[in-house]
């Protein structure tokens, strides 16, 4: 199966509770794979109509105000930030399922004709689109609706790459950023190469805007490309249940018991320790992956909203989840400092994310495959405890 054709292929093993599907393909050499993980065992009550006027008929799945209250996000946001979304191939209902998204849970209206919703090819077309791709279409789904969650009143900006070669996709990037995004969100990745460090220094290294990657879910897999680049925030995956704590909710880290899925974790080969990773044992020489996290098990997932590819409602994981959360939960701790690079700004505000110290995913121990006080491969330093992690 070549890149441009990939479709939802079955997960090499199901989570053991639920039967799932990665919805991007195994990807060729020198492309990436999207890291959306769905449910195909998940169903929906029979008395939920696609366009719900009350936000109380809910879908399966966690939606925006259980999101927020895990994440203790009391902020929406400012309609003059703006969210950027890099993924590969075109979504053709992009629009109109963000529209059903946020009718059902009563988030204020984000429409092309008002301005809040965009989408472009990576030249920044709004018209000569990337071709069709049913696999990546529920990817952009899971992106767009998930900043719809976290940062309802923020601006969407949805970049198309016209094929899923990194040189694509990082050129996506680039546009976003030209387009006014100071938070870009890439919930894909791939093995790394020696090229990496060309492509940081091409594609991610944008001063001043916060640049987030997923970390894969395979488990611990040395590290995946760009989650690993020095310039963005890499983030990783757990598991989110309610539970009786005073948060109300808890985390671990999510994993298979086989290792085959789960959110991944490595140092990588080429790229240089970053100088906020130096006061941080990794174990690694080099960069460490993860830097945060956030809710990305299937079993716990997210309720979205997809039709191209897929019949309407249905429960998403996988570290895709993941990353537009936290690029949008930066995005509500504003603007990024000129100049600085914002990955760096949650080691100094470790006090402000729930530390999860239970769960691995591998068997090299810890800290990059266990998780435990502070920072470990997994998870990073922690989950969201409101925006304040997040600001310069």
Not at 145 to 161: D, F, G, R
Not at 177 to 199: D, I, M, P
Not at 297 to 320: M, N
Request: hydrophobic share 35%.
């Amino acid at each position: 199966m070549t890149a441009a054709t990939a479709s939802a292929v079955p997960a090499a093993a199901s989570t053991g509770r639920l039967a799932t599907e990665r919805v991007c393909g195994t990807p060729s050499a020198g492309h990436a794979a999207c890291f959306a993980v769905r449910q195909t065992s998940a169903a929906e009550p029979s008395s939920l109509r696609a366009n719900a006027v009350s936000p109380n008929a809910t879908p399966s799945g966690y939606g925006p105000s259980d999101l927020r209250s895990a994440y203790a996000l009391t902020a929406s946001g400012s309609s003059s930030e703006t969210v950027g979304i890099v993924d590969a191939y075109d979504d053709p209902n992009a629009a109109a399922d963000l529209a059903t998204y946020r009718s059902q849970y009563g988030l204020p209206a984000c429409t092309t004709a008002s301005g809040c919703f965009k989408k472009v090819s990576q030249t920044g077309s709004t018209t000569a689109l990337p071709a069709k791709n049913s696999g990546w279409a529920g990817e952009i789904s899971l992106d767009i609706e998930m900043v719809s969650a976290i940062c309802p009143n923020c601006h969407i900006l949805l970049v198309e790459a016209k094929s899923s070669t990194l040189a694509n996709l990082g050129a996506a990037v680039n546009e976003a950023v030209k387009l006014g995004a100071k938070f870009v969100s890439n919930s894909y990745g791939g093995a790394e190469s020696s090229a990496v460090t060309s492509y940081d220094s091409s594609y991610f290294n944008h001063p001043g805007v916060a640049i987030t990657a997923s970390a894969g879910d395979d488990d611990y897999d040395g590290g995946s490309y760009p989650a690993t680049s020095k310039y963005v925030t890499a983030v990783g995956g757990t598991r989110l249940v309610r539970s009786s704590t005073a948060r109300g909710w808890s985390e671990t880290v999510w994993n298979t018991t086989s290792y085959t899925e789960g959110t991944g974790s490595g140092c990588s080969a080429y790229i240089a320790k970053p100088s906020f990773q130096s006061g941080v044992a990794t174990s690694c020489a080099k960069r460490a992956e993860s830097d945060v996290s956030a809710v990305a098990d299937p079993a716990t997932g997210v309720a979205v909203y997809q039709t191209y590819g897929a019949s309407g409602w249905t429960v998403y994981g996988g570290t895709s989840v993941a990353s537009p959360i936290i690029a949008s939960v930066y995005a509500l701790a504003g603007v990024p400092a000129s100049g600085a690079y914002p990955n760096a700004d949650p080691y100094s505000h470790v006090g402000s994310l729930n530390d999860v110290t239970s769960g691995k995913n591998g068997t090299c121990g810890a800290p990059i495959c266990t998780a435990g006080a502070g920072w470990d491969g997994p998870t990073g330093l922690g989950t969201p405890k409101g925006a304040a992690a997040f600001a310069a």
